[in-house]
């Protein structure tokens, strides 16, 4: 045992943490949990006890509060100059060894001679008259002059339960290098509950040198000032989810009205993944439409997706895009309906192409998909005559001309998924935000119905389930301090939706990261800062409706629940 702890202390290295440059002091009394450290009360989980005559210390709980380092290495614990068999309870004293009766284990936790523990730190230690009552006094640990130093700040060292905690964080290098992490622990913007919380950093610089931990001690206590959904309708940035499990009680919004507007929408989803090459869905328009397709390359080899439009007129005739989103090729199915609409309200500038009488274009064309990847794509058309818009998925060595679409025979749908043309792709919708919370439901199929259309191919009657494809258009009034949330009731969800806030207009990621999975967890997606709000919303190929949109009061600076902490460091 004695060459154990001796090959031990000779080959470990130091480790430390990060301390304030003053002797950390603890008072305490024999088997009284009541301790001062630094003149501030604190409270010891293990108390000093008496064994035998002699005062013992719990070795961990004392290292910690007075911010001393404890290296471990299996069984064997080191402080300072004392290294401590936790199995054994044995001791050594730089590398002597010690009396057996030096450690002891009192309730499961390793206590140690006080006057031991004390050599071991270098540390000063005194007893008043009564022989019970202790001063242990130590200085900070210097650490390696080469390593980088981590240091933050709170802005205040007490908080109420719920209130925010304002961090700033200033490490450094001593010879200037790059901090390229940092590693928190225990660092939460908030604290809900009563007690005292420890929040640790540690930094590593550019030549991957670690700093010692630095920790600051903060105590919640007193009256809230914020539940976790109240703080939520403050602080969550947009696309963060936050908990309410009360979201399916709120009552609906009233004063709704609701229109479709004449915008067909030409949808192919059906065969989902063709085995071969073929037409997927084919119809005529003219003037605007919107085309969604959502289709997985299971050919055995690499294929593409076209849109093709031919000219039915005897006159030029012009196809412009007003809007194109895609996502393609991808293996993940989750990504495709998300990426697709981020594109989608970004935006672009329009084309035009020009077909003759008889003439065939591809209007969209897919990058090659692998055997097993798939592509989604929405895109907004208006075309000054009327065309035929053929669907087509080809092995990669064909090409979308008419001699090869003429060829190619229509393949069945799949029995599972959709295809077909619905003559209104863009709901309407009004409401006034008065009494809140409230919510609004889209894509339940009752107080929401689903569209119906025609499949142009077979001439069967469809109902467009999922609404994919289709465009919300929701004006709301009475927004102005209202806070609005999606919440998904259908199943895993990932979108983005298009907001207009005054002069502001954003898209926004839905949810932040990840998917949106119980309504329990509803994601923010606006604080609304004007009375009309426009939230433009397409539901996400693979995800899954219905989704209420929540509506809360926001709460905001100077109420009862106090300020707004708008600091961000």
């Known amino acids: 045992m004695l060459f154990r702890l001796l090959c031990f202390f000779l080959t470990l290295c130091w480790a430390s943490v990060a301390s304030a440059a003053a002797s950390a002091q603890l008072q305490a009394v024999t088997d009284q949990p009541a301790a001062l450290l630094n003149g501030q009360p604190a409270q010891l989980k293990n108390p000093p006890r008496l064994v035998q005559g002699r005062t013992f210390l719990p070795l961990l709980e004392t290292a910690a509060l007075l911010g001393q380092p404890v290296a471990q290495d299996g069984v064997l614990l080191r402080l300072g100059r004392l290294l401590v068999d936790s199995r054994d309870l044995n001791a050594a004293l730089g590398g002597a060894p010690q009396p057996t009766d030096s450690v002891s284990l009192i309730g499961g936790t390793v206590y140690v001679n006080a006057r031991l523990l004390a050599d071991g730190l270098g540390a000063n230690l005194s007893f008043a008259d009564d022989g019970r009552s202790l001063t242990l006094t130590a200085l900070p640990v210097g650490g390696d002059p080469l ?87 403050k602080y969550a940035e ?137 592509v989604n794509v929405l895109q907004d058309i208006d075309a000054s005559g009327r065309v035929e818009l053929t669907f087509a998925l080809l092995e990669e060595d064909l090409l979308p001309s008419s001699q090869v679409l003429q060829q190619l025979p229509y393949l069945g749908a799949d029995g599972k998924h959709q295809r077909g043309t619905f003559p209104s792709a863009v709901k309407v919708i009004r409401a006034q935000l008065t009494a809140l919370p409230a919510r609004l439901v889209i894509g339940d199929g009752q107080i929401d119905p689903a569209i119906l259309g025609t499949d142009a191919l077979s001439g069967q009657p469809v109902r467009l389930s999922g609404s994919y494809g289709v465009l919300y258009d929701i004006q709301l009034s009475g927004a102005s301090g209202v806070a609005v949330a999606l919440s998904p009731r259908g199943g895993l969800y990932r979108g983005a939706m298009n907001v207009k806030d005054g002069l502001i207009q954003q898209t926004v990621k839905l949810p932040r990261s990840g998917a949106a999975l119980t309504p329990d967890r509803p994601s923010l997606l606006w604080r609304a800062q004007s009375d009309q709000l426009s939230i433009d919303f397409v539901p996400a190929s693979g995800s899954n409706l219905p989704i209420s949109l929540v509506f809360y009061p926001a709460r905001v600076p100077n109420t009862t629940n106090g300020q707004l902490k708008t600091y961000t460091p």
């Open 238 to 374: 947009t696309g963060e989810s936050f908990p309410d499990s009360a979201v399916n009680t709120y009552p609906l919004v009233g004063s709704v009205s609701s229109a479709t507007s004449a915008v067909p929408l030409i949808f192919s989803n059906s065969p989902e993944a063709p085995a071969q090459s073929g037409l997927l869905y084919q119809d005529s328009f003219s003037g605007r439409a919107r085309l969604l397709a959502y289709h997985l390359n299971a050919l055995s080899k690499p294929a593409r997706l076209y849109v093709v439009a031919r000219s039915l007129e005897s006159r030029p005739l012009d196809i412009t895009t007003e809007r194109l989103g895609e996502t393609a090729p991808t293996r993940i199915e989750g990504q495709l309906g998300q990426v697709t609409l981020l594109d989608y309200f970004a935006g672009m500038s329009p084309q035009r192409v020009t077909l003759q009488p008889g003439e065939s274009v591809a209007i969209y064309a897919s990058p090659t998909l692998s055997p097993g990847s798939g």
């Open 147 to 233: 390593v980088p130093q981590a240091r933050f700040s709170t802005d205040k060292s007490s908080y109420a339960p719920g209130e925010k905690v304002i961090y700033t964080d200033y490490p450094f290098d001593p010879d200037g290098a790059d901090i390229v992490s940092r590693k928190w622990s225990n660092k939460r913007d908030v604290f809900f509950q009563p007690g005292t919380y420890a929040v640790t950093l540690q930094v590593t610089n550019a030549l991957g040198l670690v700093s010692a931990p630095f920790t600051r001690t903060l105590t919640v206590s007193g009256e809230a000032v914020d539940t976790p959904l109240t703080y939520a309708l």
